[in-house]
């Protein structure tokens, strides 16, 4: 009887760069199927006459020896995948073809890194972190249409993930058009690095699961690097002339300016919410409760909110700076009201997709108000809604030094994010808090040479 055979070969497609796809070959009763193996090699550094106990089908010459080991480690790998699909369709005991072979190595629903990801994002969905859900599955889908696949139904497995095709990714990533306005090479440089870190951490959690060698790891020992981008922060006065200023109300446009400076204090005074989270909250959101100040009871307010991008729920305390605000916007109106004047009455009831895009024009008109705002007020910076999250973020790592305590107020789930808020100002001024330890050390050797030296020997 005839036996299952692997061999890897080249595929005769040149690409621009040189180099040709390895293919697995399987031989069964004199018929081939092929398989894709994800690694392409220029010719001279493939050798189509390794061994697998040598493990040297990508040759030296190709790059450092950790590059070499990583190509060999993903090829092994495929011949052992192929080996254990031989091994199960021959203790089944009937008869099979090259094609089921290699159905047997391609089709496991349980090797399959798409079905993986896709079964993660519903868990999401059934806690019911819609947000989080739709941010995990773009990057799924991004890298499906890279590959060809349907974005919604694309299927592909750990293998087809190389590292070449992952920095194919990566430059797709790079130099793909957008609509998104304000796009700079900072911002798709730290997006790109985004979506690399999520997909790696289903790459490795799919690893462990599977106990998968480390080889097959397409983004082992990447290092996702983020860009400096231009944020726009307010200074401490600059935030009190904005509260002080008193902006005209007569005619519907200088309400809307004043409504707009008013959400703006409000994100800073709610520990930097999201435009989006504001513009759509209810004046339900809006809650009181009872706390003993000096042995009286004192009512005291509180915000809570649910993050529409990380899902995330938190009580936050409303300060007497923004609660005449916030009490003056909620008297009169209904619970499920908008409690911000910028979504009419008729949208309370809209789905959650088109109230998050009226949300977003809404937001495009505050910045524009901003703008106008931060010129009759002579303050000489870029302002608009997000940058009150950015302010939010410098003081407060000013204040406390605590990037924990910073992360949890902004909701960030890496802590890699947050870093990326701090102005040079605020890294240079957690730097400079490192020398208090010399301060504190000096005090100490002061004292210590203020003591007798007779009574140290005597002690001695």
């Known amino acids: 009887m005839a036996s299952v055979t692997f061999r890897f ?34 010719e001279k550094h493939f050798n189509p006459d390794a061994t697998k106990d040598k493990e040297n089908w990508v040759r030296k010459s190709y790059g450092t020896a950790d590059a070499v080991n990583t190509q060999n480690g993903i090829l ?75 974005p919604k139904t694309g299927d592909f497995t750990i293998y087809q993930l190389s590292p070449q095709v992952m920095e194919d990714f990566e430059t ?15 911002s798709r440089r730290n997006s790109t690095s985004e979506k690399l870190r999520k997909l790696h951490q289903y790459i490795r959690a799919f690893i462990v699961k599977h106990k998968l060698p480390d080889e097959l790891d397409p983004l082992r020992g990447r290092i996702f690097e983020s860009a400096p981008t231009r944020r726009v922060q307010l200074s401490e006065a600059e935030v009190m002339i904005l509260a002080a200023a008193k902006l005209p109300t007569q005619t519907k446009g200088e309400c809307t300016l004043n409504n707009a400076r008013n959400i703006y204090l409000c994100s800073y005074f709610l520990h930097g919410l999201r435009a989006r989270d504001l513009i759509m909250a209810r004046v339900s959101q809006l809650t009181t409760e009872w706390q003993i100040v000096d042995n009286v009871p004192v009512r005291k307010y ?37 409690l ?10 809209l789905d959650d997709v088109k109230l998050k895009n009226k949300a977003k024009s809404q937001n495009i008109i505050i910045n524009g108000c901003l703008k106008t705002i931060a010129e009759l007020l002579k303050i000489n910076k870029p302002i608009y809604m997000h940058s009150a999250r950015h302010t939010f973020a410098d003081m407060l790592m000013e204040e406390t030094g605590d990037i924990r305590l910073l992360q949890a107020s902004l909701d960030h789930s890496e802590i890699s994010t947050t870093e990326r808020y701090f102005s040079r100002g605020v890294k240079q001024s957690l730097t400079d808090k490192a020398n208090s330890l010399y301060r504190r050390q000096a005090a100490t050797r002061s004292q210590v040479a203020d003591l007798n030296s007779e009574t140290l020997l005597k002690q001695y």
């Open 9 to 42: 070969i080249q595929n005769e497609t040149v690409r621009d760069d040189g180099t040709q796809l390895v293919l697995l070959r399987i031989t069964y009763q004199r018929k081939h199927k092929y398989i894709g193996t994800g690694v392409y090699l220029r």
């Open 172 to 186: 797709y990533l790079l130099t793909k058009e957008t609509n998104r306005k304000g796009s700079t090479d900072a």
């Open 76 to 150: 092994k790998a495929w011949l052992d995948r192929g080996e254990a699909a031989k091994k199960r369709l021959t203790e089944i005991g009937q008869p099979f073809t090259a094609d089921d072979v290699k159905q047997r190595i391609e089709q496991t629903s349980s090797d399959s890194l798409a079905a993986f990801i896709r079964h993660a994002i519903q868990r999401y969905r059934d806690r019911g972190q819609e947000g989080t859900a739709n941010n995990q599955e773009y990057y799924l889908r991004a890298l499906c249409r890279f590959m060809g696949l349907d």
């Open 302 to 338: 509180r915000f809570m909110t649910t993050a529409l991008k990380t899902d995330k729920t938190k009580y936050i305390y409303v300060e007497d700076e923004i609660l005449p605000i916030l009490l003056d916007y909620a008297k009169d109106k209904e619970p499920d009201d908008f």
């Open 340 to 349: 911000f004047p910028f979504l009419k009455t008729k949208h309370k009831h």
